[in-house]
């Protein structure tokens, strides 16, 4: 285990590369300027000029590839234009509310997702199967926003229970914390619980038709037993491989909730960091985003190991 | 029109007449492109005229969804904002299916050149779609071709990748085999062989592709990075009524009540669609 785990580390080395090269790129190939887009439409070309030489700018291609990826191994994300802190150490400060929704969410996710699909799975095209299929393509239609807006108006404005916006470090006491925290996390999983339901619900039915499950059956185990153990094991692969790729979705959410709700977080870092035009912070948010997503995907891949040791890299 | 056509035509509507979720999601679906279209005769107010003493009202008989907070028809603001959804989303898929079928089509047949597009496309998957969309708006402003160019890319490794795939598959099967045998120069045999195979799967994704691209753009609008303030878009509407949310809840609900239908409508259709054109995908989701 110990040398897959290795292997698997070194093999992220080159994808986080490629995902550096990619956005380095994407960026610098985006239409427009972003000296004269940070300075303004009133700036002079002295201005403009001076940003494009503060940010490099006016340096080639591959030396300003060169000399971001050297920073970047080195951990350095670049520094805010604005208040000249280090990307990285923004990134940090607003970690913890981030990590708390995204947990929060996802912990929603699997507990009211993947029950809900082994039982549509289960009444496969019956009126509960068909109610949650619905239900689920209206809630992967319904967009955060809206879907975050709907509970406040219910939950806070007129039944008052919740409240409107905001965010409670746990340092506050757990109950502050979870009382803010519940109609954020709400509104994250939903897209969420949608997909993964789907999912669940279609692995569950590969599964259920196989030899095993019965024979299972046949020698007389109990059906939570089939269902639990022989059935939902075999077909969480699919499960948790849609779970990372959904980790984009998840964080694209995260931004939208974080902005309906006023929470501080990395996603509010991002859409804030745009409209002050603080490009490098943008761009470092980004990659920190991006690695996100890879580092979530090897986590993944090393659990595909436990669930089935079939599995070998 | 030639007999064999119409008698196609015939086929296809028959099929959607039967399947209730696909009459359902076209019936919807050609409701809400028929009111956005006809946007300009259907609202009786101009989008962008200020009416001021008229603000913040909830509906009446002249203003169907009441007014925002300058005193702007929401009526004709919310069907305007769906006629930029639509014509956003018809371009971005059309453009992301094009170059998605061209790099998938390249990677799968060219042996050599497969490991490193799809190295590339991986790096472009790693990048959560919309943060990329947020910096490529911020960077080249909110104009048509940036936006569209901007929500495009998230798009294409995925059309990519299901383009490769099937031809991955087509390209070993032995009329492929027989025609490149018999000499038939490289471009034919993609064109007449291989990209057929690929249309159905194709036209599936490319109506998720539209509701993708119908929800990027209102995230970018509700965050206040959409297209400027005098165009009216569903999300900008929506951002610009969250200050008075707790007063005039209409302004966020009505843009994000015909938001969620219009994103409803095209999911159903394609799901519909995938069941019915795509049987290799719809065995994976479907019963």
């Avoid at chain 1, 002079?44 to 080639?60: K, N």
């Avoid at chain 1, 709400?186 to 789907?198: D, G, M, W, Y």
């Avoid at chain 2, 006809?38 to 003493?53: E, Q």
Wanted: include cysteine.
């Amino acid at each position: 285990m110990f040398g897959i785990v290795i292997r698997r580390l070194l093999s992220a080395i080159p994808v986080v590369l490629i995902v550096a090269t990619v956005v380095f790129l994407l960026l610098r190939m985006a239409p427009g300027d972003p000296a004269r887009v940070i300075a303004g439409d009133m700036a002079s070309e002295e201005a403009v000029a001076e940003i494009r030489r503060d940010m490099g700018l006016d340096r080639s291609l591959p030396a300003q590839y060169l000399l971001s990826m050297t920073a970047l191994v080195k951990g350095d994300l670049g520094h805010s234009i604005i208040s000249k802190d280090p990307v990285t150490k923004m990134i940090g400060q607003r970690l913890g509310p981030t990590l708390s929704l995204a947990t929060a969410a996802l912990l929603l996710t699997v507990f009211i997702a993947v029950p809900l699909g082994v039982l549509s799975a289960w009444w496969h095209k019956r009126a509960i199967d068909r109610v949650i299929m619905a239900s689920a393509v209206l809630a992967f239609s319904i967009p955060a926003f809206v879907v975050g807006y709907l509970l406040i108006l219910v939950f806070s404005v007129q039944l008052n229970w919740l409240p409107v916006q905001g965010y409670a470090p746990l340092a506050d006491g757990l109950g502050r914390y979870l009382y803010h925290l519940v109609l954020p996390a709400i509104t994250l999983s939903l897209i969420f619980v949608a997909l993964i339901t789907r999912i669940t619900r279609a692995s569950m039915l590969d599964t259920l038709g196989e030899d095993f499950i019965r024979t299972a059956r046949a020698k007389g185990v109990p059906e939570r037993y089939v269902l639990g153990r022989h059935a939902l094991r075999n077909a969480a692969v699919p499960i948790v491989t849609i779970i990372g790729v959904a980790i984009t979705t998840l964080i694209s959410g995260v931004v939208v909730t974080e902005t309906i709700f006023n929470i501080p977080g990395v996603g509010r870092l991002i859409v804030d960091a745009v409209l002050a035009r603080d490009y490098p912070v943008v761009q470092g948010t980004i990659l920190f985003f991006s690695f996100i997503y890879v580092f979530v995907n090897l986590a993944i891949d090393l659990i595909y190991v436990w669930l089935d040791p079939r599995i070998r890299y | 029109m030639t007999p064999a056509r119409s008698s196609r035509v015939g086929t296809a509507v028959s099929a959607v007449a039967r399947d209730p979720v696909m009459l359902t999601a076209l019936i919807l679906l050609l409701l809400l492109i028929v009111v956005s279209v006809g946007a300009p005769w259907l609202a009786a107010h101009d989008p962008a005229s200020l009416t001021p003493r008229m603000r913040l009202k909830p509906s009446t008989a002249e203003y169907w969804l009441g007014t925002d907070s300058l005193g702007r028809d929401l009526f004709a603001r919310v069907l305007y904002g769906g006629r930029l959804s639509i014509t956003l989303a018809l371009l971005v898929s059309a453009i992301s299916v094009l170059l998605g079928m061209a790099i998938g089509l390249v990677a799968g047949y060219f042996r050599r050149l497969d490991a490193v597009i799809m190295r590339l496309m991986d790096g472009i998957m790693a990048i959560p779609g919309l943060l990329l969309a947020i910096a490529m708006v911020a960077l080249g402003g909110a104009n048509i071709v940036t936006m569209v160019t901007a929500i495009s890319i998230p798009e294409i490794p995925r059309i990519a990748r299901l383009v490769r795939s099937v031809v991955l598959s087509v390209r070993e099967e032995p009329y492929v085999e027989a025609s490149v045998g018999m000499g038939t120069p490289t471009w034919k045999v993609i064109v007449r062989h291989i990209l057929p195979s690929t249309i159905n799967p194709l036209v599936v994704q490319a109506t998720f592709v539209c509701a993708a691209a119908i929800l990027t753009e209102a995230v970018l609008g509700f965050l206040g990075l959409g297209f400027p303030p005098e165009i009216p878009s569903l999300g900008s509407i929506i951002a610009e009524g969250r200050p008075f949310f707790q007063r005039a809840p209409w302004i966020v609900l009505y843009p994000g009540l015909f938001l969620a239908l219009l994103i409803l409508a095209v999911n159903m259709f394609g799901d519909a669609l995938r069941d019915r054109l795509d049987v290799r995908q719809s065995r994976k989701t479907k019963g």
